[in-house]
């Protein structure tokens, strides 16, 4: 079994990081998270807080930007866990250590059938580099035999999703990493 990992927007007084910025204030391109691909960033990225409140060790910025404490980066370690890329960053005003998770993989494992909705770029949408992409994609389901192995990746063609195994699921419920929720896919 895999789950779609989301940020539990459900908690009561939770922080919100905003846009992540670079050393000087200038923002920075937060899709570039996104795709599935080592990154090499300059200097050191910011998020700002804003509110400020309950500091989560799992949450993501307002573009699905996936942050996490020092201690989600230990249990990867400790599980053997190397489809990612930790990229050190500064959450403003707290010190404990966060990273950006950088998932490494992209599989293509949309199961279109299962899912509750999908709709693809036409040409007609006005969007010529996109045609035949995912536009949308709704109750997302995939297929477990094209995942089989993977413990956390980004479905291909719909990099928004940030899916996990279930061993992962439950190694992290474990260690009670906070701000952590699971819908099945």
């Not at 459900?10 to 920075?28: M, N, Q, S, T, Y």
């Not at 719909?158 to 260690?175: F, G």
Request: hydrophobic residues 40%.
């Amino acid at each position: 079994m895999h789950y779609l990992l989301k940020d539990d927007m459900r908690i009561a007084g939770r922080w919100h990081l905003r846009h992540p910025v670079d050393e000087h204030g200038g923002k920075i391109n937060p899709w570039q998270f996104t795709k599935s691909q080592r990154l090499e960033p300059q200097g050191v990225i910011h998020f700002p807080v804003k509110p400020d409140g309950l500091a989560l060790e799992f949450t993501q910025d307002a573009f699905v930007t996936p942050v996490v404490h020092g201690r989600v980066v230990q249990l990867f370690e400790r599980l053997g866990i190397q489809e990612v890329q930790f990229i050190p960053i500064q959450v403003d005003g707290h010190a404990e250590p966060y990273f950006v998770l950088n998932t490494l993989r992209a599989i293509r494992c949309i199961d279109d059938a299962r899912c509750e909705e999908v709709q693809y770029w036409k040409p007609e949408d006005g969007e010529p580099e996109k045609v035949g992409e995912y536009r949308l994609v709704a109750g997302l389901r995939i297929d477990p035999a094209m995942v089989e192995g993977a413990h956390i990746f980004r479905p291909w063609g719909w990099p928004l999703a940030l899916i996990v195994s279930e061993d992962l699921k439950q190694a992290l419920e474990v260690e009670h990493i906070t701000g952590t929720r699971f819908v099945e896919v």
